[in-house]
């Protein structure tokens, strides 16, 4: 059984920071690209940033320079570092993984959510 669980959400002002983790545990033998998604209320979910097994983040325009995704593969770890939060980031934040399993199945999983809140 594979497991996603996301971590490090809150409430913060804006112009402070945030830094969501995401732990992948279970029956994992390669850990490909991973990712973060949120969904704000009322809208669909979006792809916020992803970093390949090997090479550079790619975020969308909106978060470009201040948030920045890293990862530790032998801890089956990714981050988020969210700095300089606006009230638009209010979101769910999601982990997607992208993961080959000892049974060499390969799927996308995906962890349940951090509520993060913007606010003043």
């Known amino acids: 059984q594979v497991q996603l669980e996301e971590s490090g959400g809150g409430l913060v002002q804006p112009g402070e920071s945030l830094r969501l983790s995401c732990a992948a545990s279970?029956?994992?033998?390669?850990?490909?690209?991973m990712a973060w998604y949120r969904q704000a209320p009322g809208k669909q979910r979006e792809w916020v940033a992803q970093?390949?097994?090997?090479?550079?983040?790619n975020y969308i325009p909106s978060v470009k320079g201040r948030f920045t995704i890293s990862r530790d593969d032998a801890k089956k770890m990714a981050y988020l570092q969210m700095n300089s939060l606006r009230p638009e980031d209010t979101a769910v934040y999601y982990c997607n993984a992208d993961l080959e399993l000892l049974s060499n199945t390969r799927a996308a999983y995906w962890g349940r959510g951090t509520q993060v809140t913007v606010s003043s």
């Open positions: 970093l390949p097994s090997s090479g550079w983040g």
């Open positions: 279970g029956s994992i033998r390669s850990i490909y690209t």
